[in-house]
Nanobody, 120 residues
């Protein structure tokens, strides 16, 4: 099977920074894209940032200029550097990996989520 595990969440003051990490492991043949989504209470899950295997990136308008997504393809790892955090960034952040597994099927795998709370 495939595991996707996030880390790095926590409590930070407005204006502060956090770095999230996510690693995919297990029966993986290749990874097409990895990304971060978030879900705040009462809201739908939304895309924060994604990065394709070729380096293309996509960001939500609300985080452009503040968040940066990066990947280490050799380690099947994706990072989200979050700067200038705002209270509205408070949410559970989920990592998604779109990958080809040993069944030769492309599937989306999700992590369990990590809480980010921005508060003074």
């Amino acid at each position: 099977q495939v595991q996707v595990v996030e880390s790095g969440g926590g409590l930070v003051q407005p204006g502060g920074s956090l770095r999230l990490s996510c690693v995919a492991s297990g029966r993986i043949l290749s990874i097409n894209a990895m990304g971060w989504y978030r879900q705040a209470p009462g809201n739908q899950r939304e895309l924060v940032a994604a990065r394709g295997s070729g380096g293309s990136t996509n960001y939500a308008d609300s985080v452009k200029g503040r968040f940066t997504i990066s990947r280490d393809n050799a380690k099947n790892t994706v990072y989200l550097q979050m700067n200038s955090l705002k209270s509205e960034d408070t949410a559970v952040y989920y990592c998604q990996a779109s990958l080809l597994d040993y069944d030769y099927v492309v599937r989306d795998y999700w992590g369990q989520g990590t809480q980010v709370t921005v508060s003074s």
